[in-house]
Structure formats: structure tokens, C-alpha cells
DNA sequence: TAGATTGTTAATCGATTAACAATC
DNA sequence: TAGATTGTTAATCGATTAACAATC
């Protein structure tokens, strides 16, 4: 039996914290009403694309009016999920691994990080913002213990794939995987990468761009 | 009087660093050797698209026998301008600036940190990696002064324009931008934003997409 | 030579855009 | 009511996949 719930395509999704930003935006100049056609012109995108991607997951407008911010901001937080709580842990202390326990914007938001951990004894027993950073070889049972919900890796690529299985094993649902290697992950964990190196290169292969594609002719 | 040059799309773009990525780890390996089939198995792609997304820059590949990994990692490192130096500067030495500017892999690879700036009085003066922190205000004239190319914003949003609108002002060609903002930048400038929290959030709404599907039914 | 695998053209698929009836 | 703007269907566009002749 099948559910009508048709798949919604990547496209879509990396859309959605987009609009979850804009729609931040708009509230805080406290402007409460906005019409596909208005927030096309300041997010960069076609009004047809931004009524398509929203009707993926329901009717939130009205006719005549356009859409309510706070209220589409408040269904966009629902639809990814920020209306509820979540603990996490950060494995890998290094330089990586500590700015991320000091992102601003995760500590809020109901992100709750629980423990790091480390391979390095000098820094095992030290605490970040009041957040111990435990021996590596405890993962598995840290992780089952506290209920832990998503784990984030900030290794060396050489293990990143040996965390992630810990990780699992302990029983995370997900993974924010900062490592520059593709860990893999059974189908009923979630993943995903964030590969600074990609993004890096993707500019400077735009900043080279003309004298590349010329030279091919 | 068109070049033949069309534009590469940005997926195709976007694979490139995953190819050199992969490539990296086969050269470790000394496998010195791949077909477009067996890439494709092990980067999860079909081998068509391999082979379509290589031939958008020439034809690197021989028949009967495949790729030369030496080579193609090559190729690739020279279309994404790997070959070339990069002179950078961070604005925002807070804990994303500063795990930035002690990221390893950008430190190799031709990236060459020539400053970073701050607002805050009690980080100016000192030195991260040997490099100094300096005054905010002074960006246009030094990155003018050192030809700089790229400028890195690790401050928070509120800030974000105006820095990029001094970078831009000094001259930089391109910016990596990790404040939560869609900083606009002249058409001669490139601009590559790396937004952790859409990130966070794709793979929050991933953890909850069954019950959010459903409930729309 | 026979086998393998590319480069490239053609077919398919999916995502974006356009259009418009429904309706606030 | 008239005007505005949605939700949704149809048309278009672009990206991916399949197929195969060329050739190492």
C-alpha cells in the first residue's frame, strides 16, 4: 500500500533552509506579508519555482495576499525539523571540531552537544563551553547511553570512516560529517558531507574559468 | 564573435573537486589506472556521466584502456587551478576564522594566508601561525597593497556585506563566504558561500522526512 | 586480431518555467 | 466587485543515461 507521499527531490530540500534564512530575514524588519513574486526578486529565484517547491508540502498561501512570513517560517521550521531537540556529540577536538562546538548558531536552536572526543590525551578531561571532551575509545557507549541523535565528525579523512562506524554502532541517526572522505552509512542513517576543500576549488576553478575553457578551443 | 567555449554547468563544475578527490585517494593507493566504469563504482556515478563530465574540458581518456590516474589527477588539479598561488586574507578571527586559517588542507596547496582582521582590540596584534591580526578597518588598503585574490568573511551577518563590499573595493577576484548571508558582489567577482547551518538543516529535515511526508497526506 | 573502453550522439528523465483557472 | 496572487497543470529546458561507432 502505497503512501501518496511522492519522494521530494534534493533540488527542493537544499532549497528549503534557504527560505528558512530569507523568510529571518523579512521578520526581522518586521515585514509580515510577502508574495512569491517579492521574495523571488530578493532570494534570486523564479516566484513559479518558490509556489512549486513550497506545494510540495502544502498550501501555505492565500489568494490575493501571498503568503504570511511568520507563519510560512514557522511551517518551514516544522518541515526540517527545527521545532524539536536534538543531542549530538563532536568527534575530533582539534581546531575544526572546537569551532564548530563554538558555532553560535548551533548552540542555539536545540542542538544540544553532549561530549566530544579526542585521540590526543592532552586534550581529553579539557572542557568546551563547559563540554568535556571524553577519550575516543568511548564513542560506542557514550553514544548509547545518552541517546545521542547525530554525530559529528571532525577527523582526519584516515579515520573518518572508523568514527562514522562507531558512531552507527552506538546508534546515531545522522551524521554532519566534516571529514574530506564520502563515509558510508547504512540506508536508515542519514548523512551529510560538508567538503570545505570542494567549495574552495569550486572557486578557484571559477576564478580560472575563462582561461581554461579558452585554451580547449 | 563567440568563442566556442559554452558554459560548463555548475553540477558539472561541482563534480570536479569530488573527481580530484577521488583521484587523490587511487594515486595513494599507486592503482595507476581507472575506467570510467570502475570510477563510477566507487564514486557512485554512472560512467556516462563520468565520461561527459571529462569530456567538457578535452578528451583525457584512451580507448581499451581508460584513464591514467597520474594524469588525470593532473588535469583536473589544472582546470580547477590547482597549479597557481593564491594570496588570501580572513576577515573575522573568531573561532571559525581561526579554524580556517589552522585548516591543513588549505594551508598547503598554494593557499598562501597573508593576514587576517578583526574587529575586537584584544585580538590585533597577535599572531595566528605567524600570521597577524590586524585592524578591520585597514582591509581595502592591504589587500590592495598585497594582491590579494581571495578574501575569506568569517564574520556574522550584520557585518558580512560591508566586508565584502571593502574586499571587493581592495581588488580580490574571488570570496569564500561563511557568514549566514547571500553577500552580492560585482559580476567580475567570484563568490562561493559555504552556509553551515542549511547544511545542519538539510540534514535535520532528512532525520524527520518520513513523519513530515506522512502528515501531509 | 579480439577485447575493452573511450568520445559523442541520441533518447530519456527530471527539474524549472510558463500559463491560467480558482479564489481570497 | 475588481485586483492580486495562489495552487496546479502543461510546456520547456537542461541534465543524465543509454547506445554505439571509433579506436587503442
Not at 553514544?143 to 577527523?155: K, L, P, W
Not at 548523512?191 to 576564478?207: A, D, F, N, P, R
Request: charged content about 25%; aromatic content about 8%.
Amino acid at each position: 500500500m502505497e503512501r501518496s507521499s511522492h519522494k521530494v527531490s534534493m533540488a527542493v530540500i537544499r532549497r528549503l533552509p534557504k527560505y528558512y534564512r530569507y523568510l529571518e530575514g523579512l521578520l526581522k524588519k518586521d515585514i509580515n506579508r510577502i508574495s512569491s513574486k517579492e521574495l523571488s526578486r530578493i532570494m534570486g529565484l523564479t516566484a513559479s519555482q518558490i509556489r512549486q517547491d513550497l506545494n510540495c508540502f502544502g498550501g501555505f498561501g492565500q489568494q490575493g495576499y501571498g503568503y504570511n512570513v511568520a507563519e510560512l517560517h514557522n511551517e518551514i521550521a516544522k518541515i526540517l525539523g527545527l521545532n524539536k531537540h536534538y543531542s549530538s556529540v563532536i568527534v575530533g577536538a582539534g581546531n575544526l571540531g572546537q569551532a564548530i562546538a563554538n558555532y553560535s548558531n548551533f548552540q542555539r536552536q536545540g542542538f544540544e552537544l553532549k561530549g566530544m572526543f579526542d585521540i590526543n590525551p592532552k586534550l581529553i578531561g579539557l572542557r568546551i563551553r563547559d563540554v568535556e571532551i571524553h577519550d575516543i575509545d568511548n564513542i560506542e557507549g557514550f553514544v548509547r547511553e545518552n541517546d545521542i541523535e547525530i554525530g559529528i565528525i571532525a577527523v582526519p579523512l584516515e579515520n573518518a570512516q572508523d568514527i562514522a562506524d562507531k558512531l552507527v554502532a552506538g546508534g546515531v541517526k545522522g551524521i554532519w560529517n566534516f571529514a574530506p572522505f564520502d563515509v558510508k552509512v547504512p540506508e536508515n542513517v542519514e548523512i551529510e558531507h560538508v567538503h570545505l576543500s570542494e567549495s574552495l576549488y569550486t572557486l578557484t576553478y571559477l576564478l580560472n574559468e575563462k582561461d581554461i575553457l579558452e585554451k580547449k578551443d
